[in-house]
């Protein structure tokens, strides 16, 4: 979920700065370590920065940036355990932005927020399907402009989003549904019929349950037909015309 070898212009704007040893040592019980610097983001029109105006939001701004485009970032579990401590309800009030962003085609913002809180807390299923989920509705929006390219890009950051979630949350109704659908749609039937049926077998939602048992119907007959042409055509192809062609009746 990384993007580090084209990280986008907003990272050129981090500066790192060193907290005064002065300053209060502890923040909502975690101890600062003045010896890390910490990350800032600076607009375009500072050309130097003033302490003075220093806030913890501004803080956590930048590091959500770097869990964002930079999450292998040598420092990054001391800022996950600074952003938990200053900011405990980050995850909710981050989700409910990005979703707002997401819903008005604010795809660049939205992008950043999901991938900082996939990267800030894997953990939580949600991040990473809302991530994988606005990969998909880009890839969508790029088909349909026919920008190929682009389109095949966010379907393998899809792909690479939904491999790390079934692979933290094996379990999970959202992620084994969404990821179900994803694989079928684009052309994995092996690995969709395998998420599914799990999903059929743990989920509780009975409506999904129900929707998803009529689509592997469906899928199954398909797949049997296939396999019976597959037969008739290599019967044809030895010369056993007859036989082949009433398989296929």
Not at 166 to 194: C, Q, T, W
Request: proline share 3%.
């Amino acid at each position: 979920m990384n993007d580090n070898n084209n990280p986008p212009p907003a990272l050129d704007r981090i500066i790192y700065i060193s907290i005064p040893e002065d300053t209060e040592q502890k923040v909502n019980g975690f101890n600062i370590d003045s010896s890390i610097l910490m990350p800032i983001e600076i607009s375009t029109e500072e050309t130097e920065w003033q302490m003075q105006n220093l806030s913890w939001e501004m803080i956590i701004a930048a590091m959500l940036k770097i869990f964002a485009w930079d999450s292998s970032h040598k420092d990054i579990e001391y800022y996950r355990s600074f952003i938990h401590a200053v900011r405990p309800d980050i995850n909710e009030e981050m989700t409910q932005t990005g979703i707002i962003k997401a819903g008005n085609k604010d795809y660049g913002i939205a992008e950043e927020i999901f991938r900082a809180l996939a990267n800030f807390d894997p953990n939580i299923v949600q991040n990473l399907t809302n991530l994988a989920l606005l990969f998909e509705e880009q890839a969508e929006l790029y088909e349909n402009l026919e920008n190929h390219k682009l389109a095949d890009k966010k379907v393998e950051e899809a792909f690479e989003v939904y491999k790390k979630a079934i692979k933290r949350h094996p379990d999970s109704d959202d992620v084994l549904f969404n990821g179900g659908n994803f694989y079928l749609k684009h052309g994995n039937m092996e690995k969709a019929i395998y998420l599914l049926d799990h999903f059929v077998s743990i989920t509780k939602n009975s409506d999904k349950k129900n929707h998803v048992i009529a689509i592997l119907d469906k899928i199954r007959k398909l797949s049997a037909n296939d396999t019976i042409f597959n037969e008739s055509y290599e019967l044809i192809k030895i010369g056993r015309e007859e036989s082949g062609i009433e398989k296929i009746r």
